[in-house]
C-alpha cells in the first residue's frame, strides 16, 4: 500500500482538508515536479490573481443532502448537519443590500433542506436581482414539501440550476445513484410544466455536466446541443443551456483519482491543458462565496479546502466590505488547474 492509499485507509472520505492537499501537492514524485499554479499565473502576467469587479454572492446553505454522489466536492449527504444559522443569513441580507451585487448564487448540500430557505428568498428577491437555486432535482421528487418548491421557484423567478450527469440512465445512475435519472427526469417535466426552460418565458432552467470519469468535459457547446436531442426526443424536455465543468481534485473525487490509480494523469492532463484565457475569466475574480459558518472564501472549492481568503480583506460576512474584498489576492493552490484547463471552468460553465 503507498502512502496516498494509507491516508485514505486512514480517512476514507478524505475529509480533511489538509490531506487532501497534501496528497494533489507533493505525495508522489510526479506531482512534486509539476509546475506551482502560481508559475503558471505568473508567466501569463496574472500573478498576483486578484478580483475585477464582485458581482456574485455564492452561499453555502449547510452540507445537508437527500444524495451522496460520488462526485461532490462538499461531500454533501442526509447525515451531515451543518446549516447556516438565522444570525449569518441576516448578515447575508445586510452585504447583499448594501452592495452592488446583482447575483446570489444558493448552493449546499440540497439548499431547499435548510429550513430557511423559503424565508430567505422572499427577503432578497426583487425584479433586478438574480437568484440561482442550484438543485440535485430528485430532491424536487420526495415528500410533499419539496414538490411544492418548484412552484416557489416560479413565483420567485429564481433561476433553477440542475445536476445531471448525462442524458442517459446508465451513466446518470452510476454516478449518482439508483433511481437518479428517473427521478431527475420527473422533476425535469414538472419544471416544464410551469414554464422552466421554455422559450419567452423568461424562467431559466439550466444543467450542469460533470464528467463521470478521470477526463476533462467535451465541448459545451456540442454536448449542449446533444443534451437537448435526446432529452427532447426520449422525454419531451426542454431547457436553456448546458453548463460543463471539470471536477476538481478534491473531497470524493480525489478519493476516486487515488484508489483507481488516475491522480497523476489527471494532474498532468489539468497543467497541459492550462489555458491562459480560461485564467482571466475564472470566477473567483467576480465571486465571493460564504461558506454556512459566515465565513468568506474565494471559491467554495478553497471553502471546501479551509483555504482562507486573505486575511487583509474582510474574513466574515458581518465584516463584509465591498472595497477591500475587490483589493484582496486571490488564494490558489494545485486545484486551481481545474478551473483553468481547456475551454475554462465555473460555476457557470465553460468560460472560453
Not at 33 to 39: A, D, I, S, V, Y
Not at 144 to 157: L, S, V
Not at 228 to 245: A, P, S
Request: glycine fraction near 6%.
Amino acid at each position: 500500500m503507498n502512502k496516498v492509499h494509507s491516508l485514505i485507509s486512514r480517512d476514507h472520505s478524505l475529509a480533511d482538508p489538509e490531506t487532501q492537499l497534501h496528497i494533489i501537492n507533493q505525495d508522489t514524485p510526479l506531482l512534486c515536479t509539476l509546475p506551482r499554479f502560481e508559475q503558471m499565473l505568473e508567466q501569463t502576467g496574472l500573478w498576483p490573481l486578484r478580483p475585477a469587479q464582485i458581482e456574485i454572492l455564492q452561499i453555502n446553505l449547510g452540507y445537508m443532502c437527500n444524495m451522496t454522489c460520488k462526485h461532490c466536492h462538499v461531500d454533501a449527504g442526509p447525515d451531515r448537519t451543518e446549516m447556516m444559522s438565522r444570525e449569518n443569513l441576516e448578515a447575508c441580507i445586510d452585504a447583499i443590500e448594501t452592495s452592488d451585487i446583482h447575483t446570489i448564487d444558493l448552493t449546499g448540500g440540497a439548499p431547499e433542506m435548510h429550513p430557511d430557505f423559503q424565508w430567505f428568498v422572499e427577503r432578497i428577491s426583487r425584479p433586478d436581482r438574480k437568484i440561482i437555486v442550484r438543485s440535485n432535482l430528485t430532491i424536487l421528487t420526495t415528500t410533499q414539501k419539496y414538490r411544492a418548491f418548484p412552484e416557489f421557484f416560479k413565483k420567485h423567478g429564481l433561476e433553477v440550476t440542475c445536476s445531471l450527469p448525462f442524458y442517459n440512465k446508465y451513466t446518470t445512475d452510476r454516478q449518482r445513484g439508483e433511481g437518479t435519472y428517473d427521478r431527475s427526469i420527473e422533476a425535469l417535466k414538472r419544471l416544464n410544466d410551469l414554464g422552466y426552460g421554455r422559450p419567452g418565458t423568461g424562467l431559466e432552467l439550466n444543467l450542469v455536466y460533470n464528467p463521470a470519469g478521470a477526463f476533462l468535459p467535451p465541448d459545451q457547446s456540442e454536448l449542449e446541443s446533444e443534451f437537448k436531442k435526446n432529452l427532447r426526443e426520449k422525454h419531451g424536455v426542454e431547457f436553456n443551456q448546458l453548463f460543463t465543468i471539470t471536477n476538481l481534485p478534491i473531497s470524493r473525487y480525489l478519493e476516486f483519482l487515488v484508489m483507481s490509480g488516475n491522480l497523476e494523469e489527471y494532474m498532468e492532463k489539468l497543467v497541459n491543458a492550462y489555458n491562459p484565457a480560461a485564467a482571466e475569466g475564472v470566477m473567483c475574480r467576480n465571486t465571493i462565496s460564504v461558506n454556512w459558518q459566515g465565513y468568506l472564501f474565494d471559491c467554495d472549492f478553497n471553502q471546501m479546502l479551509a483555504i482562507p481568503i486573505d486575511d487583509n480583506s474582510a474574513t466574515h460576512i458581518r465584516d463584509f466590505d465591498v472595497y477591500r474584498l475587490t483589493e484582496r489576492q486571490i488564494q490558489v493552490n494545485q486545484h486551481c488547474f481545474g478551473c483553468t484547463a481547456g475551454a475554462g471552468s465555473s460555476c457557470g460553465g465553460a468560460t472560453t
